[in-house]
């Protein structure tokens, strides 16, 4: 099968500089042989699949856990009250 690179530009809404065409053309006869070959292989026996490996959603249990992260992050502020931290007024009302 030929194709035309303009065409294939065109559709791909790609403005090609006169010496880019032969490097993309070159590159895009070799994407299409290797589908070609790709065609040539028998996959009757081969389950249809969305990706090569078997991909599973591993996730870690969703547990409550008490964490003094809060109060250790506030110890090093220079400015707290309670559990927030305390910082000067930037805005100002009219």
Do not use: W
Not at 3 to 9: L, P
Not at 67 to 78: F, I, M
Request: hydrophobic share 35%; with cysteine.
């Amino acid at each position: 099968m030929k194709f035309n690179i303009d065409q294939v530009a065109s559709l791909a809404r790609l403005n090609l500089k006169p010496e880019e065409k032969p490097k993309l053309e070159k590159d895009l006869e070799a994407i299409l042989d290797y589908i070609r070959n790709l065609e040539k292989l028998d996959t009757k026996n081969v389950e249809p699949t969305s990706h090569v490996l078997d991909l599973k959603n591993v996730c870690r249990r969703d547990e409550a856990a008490s964490s003094d992260a809060a109060t250790k992050a506030l110890e090093h502020a220079p400015h707290a009250d309670g559990r927030f931290f305390k910082v000067p007024k930037i805005i100002q009302k009219d």
